[in-house]
């Protein structure tokens, strides 16, 4: 994230909730629309992951306010 979101604070947790790992990770950097594609693959990728185990992935973002990533796998 630090790579492409210009952050200067990146928060990582991870929780553990009855029979579910989640891990987040939030950042104050430039954001982006998540609707959006740039080509890349790397959400696209962490998603293909995370399903193969029956996971989610949730991104939340907005331009100039930060982004936040969060994986939610079966524990």
Do not use: I, W
């Amino acid at each position: 994230m630090r790579k492409h979101a210009d952050a200067r604070q990146v928060r990582v947790r991870l929780c553990y909730a009855g029979a579910t790992v989640r891990l987040t990770v939030t950042d104050d950097g430039k954001g982006f629309h998540p609707g959006g594609t740039n080509g890349g693959y790397g959400l696209t990728g962490m998603r293909d992951r995370v399903s193969q185990v029956g996971g989610t992935v949730e991104v939340a973002s907005v331009p100039g306010r930060g982004t936040e990533v969060s994986a939610d796998v079966p524990g």
